[in-house]
Structures are given as structure tokens and as C-alpha cells.
């Protein structure tokens, strides 16, 4: 019997087109489209290659999506890195330029300092130079007062007729007076002279030692000092 009889008497016929038996016998992958293929039929769409930016099954995220994030936090890291960086970079500068303000103020507090003293001795040095000029016309005038004095005295003892004493005497205080009033001027010019130097040291404070400074002025309190004692015997001299 034929066997397409015996199909037809024995079993339910077949509705499947001939051309869908013929396209699975001849191997067409299963969900891909052929050419018959059933109408209506969901294709599903296939997994995106790595760096295609396509998404991969159930709506998982390909590589390149995933690098993205990554990327931002780079950036926001070293946006971080740079900007802590200026800041530490504004708080140096501002941290020595508050330390250089500070130490300026302070050299600027001691010149002002030290100009105010260097003004005080100069002062005071010419107030003493301005003494030791006036005690020295004093004892010029004073020595010429006592060379007066001694031509009277001598004119009194030869009235008296002692010739000798009062020539003996005469030549004594004259010798005595002569002698003080000569340490005197020489004290006094020496005094006068020295002052007038060290005002001229002091004005230009700078250019010298401090230490040499502070000695020659010591020693022109001591030259002054001299004048001043040559002077009070010249005054017991004159008085006596």
C-alpha cells in the first residue's frame, strides 16, 4: 500500500507548509529570519560585543558603560588633588608674606628706635659742646681778670716799698695762675674739639663701630671732666 494512502487513511493530515520542512532539513539556526519563517515571530536580539556600547541580555550594561563612571572618578580625583594643591600652595605664600610683614615691623620699630636715641645723644652732646664753649670764654675772661689783678697786686706791694717780697709774690700767683689757666683753655679746647667730632660720628653712625663708638665717647666725658676740674682750681687760684 502506498504509504501516502496510509497516512491519509489513518492519521490527521498535516498543515505545516512544505516550505518550513524543507528550511529546517537544510539546517537554518533556529530564531534567525528565513524564508519561512513565521509571521509574527519575536527575533531576539543578540549580545552586544564588549565596547560596542550595546547592552547585553536581560538589560545588563556592556563594558563601555561601565568605564564611564570610572572616568568621572578619575577626574573628580585629581579636580581634588589640583585644587588641594593651590590651596596649600595660597596658605605658604600668605603664611611668608605674614612672616616677612612681621619681621619688617619689627626692624622698622627698632631703626625708629635707635634714630630716636641717636637724636637724644647728638642733642645732648651739643648742649654739653654749647657749656664747654661758654666755660672756656669764661676762663679766657677770668685769666684776663686775673692778669689785671696780679699787675694791682703788684702795683700795692711796691707802693708799700717791699720791693722784693712783692715781686717774689707777684711772680708766684702769677706763675700759679698762669699755669691753671693755661690747663683750663687746654682742657677746654680739647673738650670743645672732641664733641665736636663725635657729633660728627654720630650723624653718620653707620660707617663706624658701635664699639668704638661708645669708647671714644667715654673719652671725651673724661677729656671734659678734666677741663672741668682744671677749671675749679683755676677759681681757688683766683679766689686766694
Given at each position: 500500500?502506498?504509504?501516502?494512502?496510509?497516512?491519509?487513511?489513518?492519521?490527521?493530515?498535516?498543515?505545516?507548509?512544505?516550505?518550513?520542512?524543507?528550511?529546517?532539513?537544510?539546517?537554518?539556526?533556529?530564531?534567525?529570519?528565513?524564508?519561512?519563517?513565521?509571521?509574527?515571530?519575536?527575533?531576539?536580539?543578540?549580545?552586544?560585543?564588549?565596547?560596542?556600547?550595546?547592552?547585553?541580555?536581560?538589560?545588563?550594561?556592556?563594558?563601555?558603560?561601565?568605564?564611564?563612571?570610572?572616568?568621572?572618578?578619575?577626574?573628580?580625583?585629581?579636580?581634588?588633588?589640583?585644587?588641594?594643591?593651590?590651596?596649600?600652595?595660597?596658605?605658604?605664600?600668605?603664611?611668608?608674606?605674614?612672616?616677612?610683614?612681621?619681621?619688617?615691623?619689627?626692624?622698622?620699630?627698632?631703626?625708629?628706635?635707635?634714630?630716636?636715641?641717636?637724636?637724644?645723644?647728638?642733642?645732648?652732646?651739643?648742649?654739653?659742646?654749647?657749656?664747654?664753649?661758654?666755660?672756656?670764654?669764661?676762663?679766657?675772661?677770668?685769666?684776663?681778670?686775673?692778669?689785671?689783678?696780679?699787675?694791682?697786686?703788684?702795683?700795692?706791694?711796691?707802693?708799700?716799698?717791699?720791693?722784693?717780697?712783692?715781686?717774689?709774690?707777684?711772680?708766684?700767683?702769677?706763675?700759679?695762675?698762669?699755669?691753671?689757666?693755661?690747663?683750663?683753655?687746654?682742657?677746654?679746647?680739647?673738650?670743645?674739639?672732641?664733641?665736636?667730632?663725635?657729633?660728627?660720628?654720630?650723624?653718620?653712625?653707620?660707617a663706624y663701630d658701635p664699639a668704638d663708638l661708645e669708647r671714644f665717647a667715654d673719652q671725651v666725658d673724661l677729656l671734659c671732666q678734666?677741663?672741668?676740674?682744671?677749671?675749679?682750681?683755676?677759681?681757688?687760684?683766683?679766689?686766694?
Open positions: 500500500m502506498d504509504p501516502g494512502a496510509r497516512a491519509s487513511a489513518g492519521g490527521p493530515p498535516s498543515f505545516a507548509p512544505a516550505s518550513a520542512a524543507r528550511g529546517t532539513a537544510s539546517g537554518t539556526a533556529p530564531g534567525t529570519v528565513g524564508a519561512g519563517a513565521v509571521p509574527g515571530a519575536t527575533v531576539p536580539r543578540s549580545v552586544g560585543a564588549p565596547g560596542t556600547g550595546a547592552p547585553g541580555p536581560e538589560g545588563v550594561p556592556s563594558a563601555g558603560d561601565a568605564t564611564a563612571p570610572a572616568r568621572r572618578r578619575r577626574g573628580a580625583v585629581v579636580a581634588i588633588v589640583v585644587l588641594s594643591l593651590l590651596l596649600a600652595a595660597a596658605l605658604g605664600v600668605g603664611a611668608y608674606l605674614w612672616v616677612t610683614t612681621t619681621r619688617w615691623q619689627e626692624s622698622s620699630a627698632d631703626w625708629e628706635s635707635e634714630a630716636r636715641g641717636l637724636g637724644e645723644d647728638v642733642a645732648r652732646l651739643q648742649t654739653e659742646l654749647d657749656g664747654a664753649n661758654a666755660e672756656l670764654d669764661s676762663a679766657r675772661t677770668q685769666l684776663t681778670a686775673a692778669q689785671d689783678r696780679i699787675s694791682d697786686l703788684a702795683n700795692e706791694k711796691a707802693q708799700l716799698g717791699d720791693e722784693n717780697e712783692a715781686s717774689q709774690q707777684y711772680l708766684d700767683y702769677q706763675s700759679r695762675v698762669s699755669e691753671a689757666a693755661g690747663k683750663v683753655a687746654a682742657a677746654l679746647g680739647q673738650c670743645t674739639t672732641a664733641q665736636t667730632q663725635l657729633i660728627g660720628y654720630l650723624n653718620n653712625r653707620d678734666e677741663a672741668t676740674d682744671a677749671n675749679s682750681q683755676l677759681q681757688q687760684e683766683l679766689a686766694g
